[in-house]
């Protein structure tokens, strides 16, 4: 069962590339940047930055559906949301590969069964470890729970900031960006979405 779109993974196998050549790749960037990369601090700057990138990056490898694979239909009648507020959240923008830094507030209504918490906080760090716009990331983290957990509805919202705005281009070192997405019993229930809302600003 596929249960996002896996947008990222759309490229041919013919078309990976090996560990070395990602390493030479940025062997070229430090001499487009003027640099020597063979003078004693950089020459192991691009195994240092391999390494860098595979912790970055380490969502591409994990399935952030399995992770909800297990849940516990034991939830003697508990009927309203669950809340887990202040996820960290630690991305990178896809348009500039610069990291965005925030936190999630993650929350879902349970139909029959519940979920592990610290669950939510990994499907959260899976779909942040790719390349990401915001607002895919909020999608995908909601879309993903409501099907695994077949909730009866999921909140989800992140407030973060983009170094690409703040340490460049514009320069806006206070913008924070804030996306919410809704489903289920959140979208239709208004009382619902408020509370959420409420609990989240506290
Ligand atoms: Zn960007």
Redesign the pocket.
């Known amino acids: 069962m596929k249960l996002v779109k896996d947008i990222e993974k759309t490229f041919k196998d013919s078309e990976k590339i090996s560990e070395k050549e990602a390493e030479e790749a940025f062997v070229k960037i430090i001499k487009w940047l003027g640099e020597n990369p063979k003078r004693e601090g950089l020459k192991s700057t691009p195994k240092r930055l391999i390494k860098a990138y595979r912790e970055y990056f380490k969502g591409y490898s994990e399935d952030p559906a399995k992770i909800l694979e297990k849940t516990f239909g034991d939830v003697q009648g508990y009927d309203d949301m669950v809340i887990q507020k202040n996820i960290s959240v630690q991305s990178h923008?896809e348009?500039?590969m610069?990291p965005i830094i925030g936190v999630a507030h993650v929350a879902y209504i349970p139909n029959t069964r519940v979920v592990g918490l610290s669950k939510l906080a990994r499907v959260v760090e899976v779909f942040s470890k790719r390349l990401q716009t915001q607002e895919r990331l909020t999608m995908q983290i909601a879309s993903t729970l409501m099907t695994a957990l077949d909730a009866k509805g999921v909140a989800v919202s992140i407030d973060a900031t983009?170094q690409?705005?703040t340490t460049r281009g514009i320069k806006k070192e206070q913008a924070t960006t804030v996306t919410n997405y809704y489903l289920g019993q959140f979208k239709e229930d208004l009382s619902y979405q408020n509370r959420y809302l409420r609990f989240i600003s506290k």
């Open positions: 923008c348009h500039h610069a983009h690409c705005m």
